[in-house]
């Protein structure tokens, strides 16, 4: 089916270990993202990428790894996982559509839950 | 530097009362507005959104916000809410001039009682 997906729904890791979330759109939309959702702190930006094989970083990187190989897949590595790393975890794409108005509306996966014991 | 802000965390209406969400924006440049709702164990999905076209923007599922320039807000609202609006929404803004950042509110959950 068409659309956005990520894998797993849900993950339970131990604490030092290296986890990989997956991201995977057939929109062959340019820009993806991957946020974290905190109760209190609505979504922060962990990391971005424009273009197959462009990334950067977004509010909060520290701690996490991507790339993009593949203009379809987004994934996000955890290299050393931490207790303060548990939270939902959401992938997201957008067009690089330009005119008046591109709104560039970001289009969402259905996130990952990510527990860090 | 762009920010948004809603006001309440938490807003519980009753079935067929008037929903409004609140918005507040700050940005150094006309921007794109944005609201999104996200229902349980989902990812968000677009409401609505203002790209300066109009200023009283309709959305899906009987939402409309509108745009105010001089109030710098972008509220959402309903007339008559219904149990299945129970979710919670954010606001978002992304600047018009180009790039991609966009920017989310803390969000706001909204109880629906019946």
């Known amino acids: 089916d068409a659309g956005i997906t990520q894998s797993p729904r849900y993950k339970i890791t131990e604490t030092g270990r290296q986890v990989t979330l997956m991201c995977h759109q057939t929109w062959s939309h340019s820009y993806m993202f991957w946020y974290r959702q905190d109760l209190g702190h609505g979504l922060r930006l962990i990391y971005y990428?424009?273009?197959?094989?462009?990334?950067d970083k977004g509010e909060v990187p520290d701690g996490y790894v991507v790339s993009r190989s593949k203009t379809e897949n987004f994934p996000l590595t955890l290299e050393s996982a931490t207790r303060s790393q548990t939270s939902v975890y959401f992938c997201?794409?957008?067009?690089?559509?330009?005119?008046?108005?591109?709104?560039?509306?970001?289009?969402f996966g259905p996130g990952t839950r990510l527990t860090v014991t | 530097a762009q920010s948004v802000t809603q006001l309440g965390s938490h807003v519980s209406v009753s079935e067929g009362a008037l929903v409004l969400l609140r918005c507040n924006y700050s940005s150094s440049v006309p921007p794109y507005l944005f609201w999104y709702v996200q229902y349980p164990n989902q990812g968000l999905q677009l409401l609505l959104k203002y790209t300066s076209a109009a200023t009283l923007v309709k959305g899906i599922n009987g939402f409309e916000a509108e745009f105010k320039k001089s109030e710098t807000s972008f509220h959402l609202t309903k007339p008559s809410a219904h149990m299945s609006d129970a979710a919670e929404y954010f606001c978002a803004v992304r600047r018009n001039t180009g790039g991609f950042k966009t920017i989310f509110g803390a969000g706001t959950r909204l109880f629906v009682k019946a």
């Open positions: 997201a794409s957008s067009e690089s559509v330009k005119g008046a108005f591109a709104s560039y509306e970001q289009y």
């Open positions: 990428s424009a273009a197959a094989d462009i990334t």
